[in-house]
T-cell receptor, first 113, second 110 residues
C-alpha cells in the first residue's frame, strides 16, 4: 500500500502571509497531483507534476515535485481568503492499479482577512 | 451543467436499511470511481470500474457493492447500512489519470 503523508494537517494564517504545504511518500510516483476542495464540493484539480524537480506556477501557487519523485510541496504567496479550503495531494503509481490515485489526508487551510 | 452528478446530495437513513447512491457523467470517460471521505482520514477508494464489464474492489469495499449500468452510470449500494458508514461519498471519473469529482453525497446512518 502506498502512503502519502501531508503536513501540516491544519493551517490558519493571516491574509498576506506565505505558506508551504508538504506531501511525502516512501514510494516513487509516476506523477503527483494537487487538488483543492471547498466545503460542499468535490475536489478540483490544480496541477499535475510528472518530472523529478519540476516546478509549476499557477498565479500565486507554486508546486514542486522532488528530484526522486517521492515528495512535493505547494507554496502560496500572499495568501488570500479565497485560498481557504482543503488541499489534497494524490499520487499515481505505475504497475498494478495504474490510473488509481492514492490521496493524502489533506491540509485544511484557513486564511483570515 | 455539471459533468459529474450525484444523487441524492444528502440522505439520512436508519441502521439496516438498503441505500443506493447514484452517479452519472457526461464526460465520456470509461473509468469511474467511488470514494468515501471522513474527517482526518482523507479520501479512500471503495470501488472502481475501468469499463462496463470491469469492476474492481478498492481499499475499503466491505459492506458496499456497485453496479455499472452503462458507461455513464455507476451506482454504489449499501445493502444494510451501519452507523460507521456515515460519511461524505464522492463519485469520480478519469481520463489519463486526472480525476473529475462529483459534488458528493452526505450520508448519515442513525
Amino acid at each position: 500500500t502506498q502512503l502519502l503523508e501531508q503536513s501540516p494537517q491544519f493551517l490558519s494564517i493571516q491574509e498576506g502571509e506565505n505558506l508551504t504545504v508538504y506531501c511525502n511518500s516512501s514510494s516513487v510516483f509516476s506523477s503527483l497531483q494537487w487538488y483543492r476542495q471547498e466545503p460542499g464540493e468535490g475536489p478540483v484539480l490544480l496541477v499535475t507534476v510528472v518530472t523529478g524537480g519540476e516546478v509549476k506556477k499557477l498565479k500565486r501557487l507554486t508546486f514542486q515535485f522532488g528530484d526522486a519523485r517521492k515528495d512535493s510541496s505547494l507554496h502560496i504567496t500572499a495568501a488570500q481568503p479565497g485560498d481557504t479550503g482543503l488541499y489534497l495531494c494524490a499520487g499515481q503509481y505505475s504497475g498494478a492499479g495504474s490510473y488509481q490515485l492514492t490521496f493524502g489526508k489533506g491540509t485544511k487551510l484557513s486564511v483570515i482577512p | 451543467d455539471a459533468d459529474v452528478t450525484q444523487t441524492p446530495r444528502n440522505r439520512i437513513t436508519k441502521t439496516g436499511k438498503r441505500i443506493m447512491l447514484e452517479c452519472s457523467q457526461t464526460k465520456g470517460h470509461d473509468r469511474m470511481y467511488w470514494y468515501r471521505q471522513d474527517p482526518g482520514l482523507g479520501l479512500r477508494l471503495i470501488y472502481y470500474s475501468f469499463d462496463v464489464k470491469d469492476i474492481n474492489k478498492g481499499e475499503i469495499s466491505d459492506g458496499y457493492s456497485v453496479s455499472r449500468q452503462a458507461q455513464a452510470k455507476f451506482s454504489l449500494s449499501l445493502e444494510s447500512a451501519i452507523p460507521n458508514q456515515t460519511a461524505l461519498y464522492f463519485c469520480a471519473t478519469s481520463d489519463f489519470g486526472v480525476q473529475f469529482f462529483g459534488p458528493g453525497t452526505r450520508l448519515t446512518v442513525l
